[in-house]
């Protein structure tokens, strides 16, 4: 859940900086309103689908196999980790963050809730009038005007004024296009990273934009842009720029929101900018599945360096004396000069490609089989699973062609043991 969490508000934050710079001051008003939403969208599913089963069929990340051996760590003593004493501090770190985030999750939901009751208590003591075939709430105290859902709140001494024609057109729009339904997932997001400030600035968006939409709106509708303006700046504003749950008529910055009702109108061809957030979502898709990305190539490492006993079945076999008994398990099992890596990187820089099966196109794992000897020597190798004449010799050729290994012991005696180790070749 916290890796969840994690990826989701670094999701947010790449997204409103992207937002900002592609889209902020454009005039698509409606394109924005799906651009913000879309941000939710993406950086809550982006971490959750799995993608390893398709990684592991993309020839791509098998290629990587070779980068990965090259960062793979050498094998050294094992020594006291200096930093086992702090590792309850840390644990209780954590726990301390999770308590504090748990907190300001309840506090942020008890003012939400304690919002909605208040805004339903109003709803109930307000009289009820209809203008312009416009429901209203007449508010019984002085306030600017604000909406929520389908109740739109007006001053009652504002109510039977005839200069509120273009507020009520405006509150009507919010109410048309359930913007009050953008703010309620902002404030559900902005209450679950409440320490996230991309969180609350992208909620902060939202609303401004809903503004845009609804003096579009106006302007539409026939009222004079410039007394329209006047009246902006004229109605009392809010202690608070920006509403919490409800769409205030004056939302703040009234700068920015003149300044997009005088702007031209942004060329059409503009809006292809928008299909940049399909290339951001794959992008952050792919990122949030790095983990299964490198849980692939653990895979296919493991699959190409890894030694595996020999399956064998049970049959009967000639008593041997103990010096010739070839071990299968032990418990020291051989090892290749510096390790699996070091037995990749020199199956990688000795392997040769057969010309025939290139011009083939043939490609496959070649699993072999070998005795590592009580000297570390290899014999008795033998190929387990064909792929075709040139490739199983070539596999032979490079497993005959490998260094001493470090033999292995049982109970502290040297013994032989039998391995298998596949060779894989493809075609780049």
């Not at 292995?408 to 180790?421: F, L, P």
């Amino acid at each position: 859940m916290a890796l969840y969490l994690l990826k989701v508000n670094i999701a947010l934050a790449i997204l409103y900086i992207a937002y900002r710079l592609l889209f902020r001051e454009d005039t698509f008003f409606r394109l924005r309103r799906g651009a913000l939403l879309s941000i939710y969208l993406i950086a809550f599913l982006s971490p959750l689908p799995d993608l390893s089963g398709w990684l592991s069929e993309q020839g791509n990340v098998s290629n990587l196999v070779g980068i990965y051996s090259e960062l793979l760590p050498k094998e050294t003593p094992l020594a006291a980790d200096p930093a086992a004493d702090s590792f309850l501090w840390a644990e209780l770190g954590w726990h301390v963050l999770q308590v504090v985030w748990l907190i300001g999750i309840a506090l942020l939901l008890f003012r939400c809730l304690a919002e909605l009751v208040t805004l339903v208590r109003l709803h109930r003591r307000c009289r009820k009038v209809t203008r312009n075939g416009i429901p209203i709430c007449l508010l019984p105290y002085e306030e600017e005007p604000y909406s929520f859902f389908r109740w739109i709140f007006i001053p009652q001494a504002s109510g039977t004024e005839s200069g509120i024609d273009d507020i009520l057109v405006h509150e009507a729009t919010h109410a048309r296009q359930w913007h009050s339904l953008d703010i309620l997932l902002g404030e559900a997001v902005c209450i679950l990273c409440w320490f996230n400030p991309f969180a609350w600035g992208l909620k902060r968006e939202i609303s401004i934009n809903h503004e845009y939409l609804a003096d579009e709106e106006v302007v539409r509708a026939g009222f004079n842009k410039k007394a329209y303006q006047y009246h902006l700046i004229g109605v009392k504003h809010p202690q608070l720029a920006i509403a919490n749950l409800y769409n205030h008529f004056s939302v703040l910055p009234l700068k920015r929101r003149i300044k997009m009702l005088n702007k031209k109108r942004t060329r059409s061809v503009g809006k292809v900018k928008y299909l940049a957030l399909l290339p951001l979502a794959a992008g952050l898709l792919l990122v949030n599945n790095i983990d299964a990305m490198a849980r692939v190539v653990n895979e296919k490492v493991a699959a190409i360096i890894q030694p595996k006993p020999v399956e064998t079945v049970a049959a009967p076999v000639a008593v041997t004396p103990d010096d010739d008994k070839v071990y299968e398990v032990c418990d020291e099992m051989p090892m290749f000069p510096g390790g699996p890596g070091a037995l990749l990187q020199f199956i990688a820089k000795n392997v040769k490609y057969p010309a025939d099966a290139i011009e083939s196109k043939t490609e496959g794992r070649v699993s072999t089989c070998f005795i590592v000897e009580k000297d570390g020597s290899i014999s008795n190798v033998e190929i387990l699973r064909s792929v075709s004449p040139s490739l199983d010799a070539e596999a032979v050729r490079l497993i005959k062609a490998m260094p001493k290994w470090t033999p292995a012991k049982d109970k502290g005696k040297v013994v032989r043991v039998k391995y298998t180790v596949p060779v894989t070749f493809r075609l780049q």
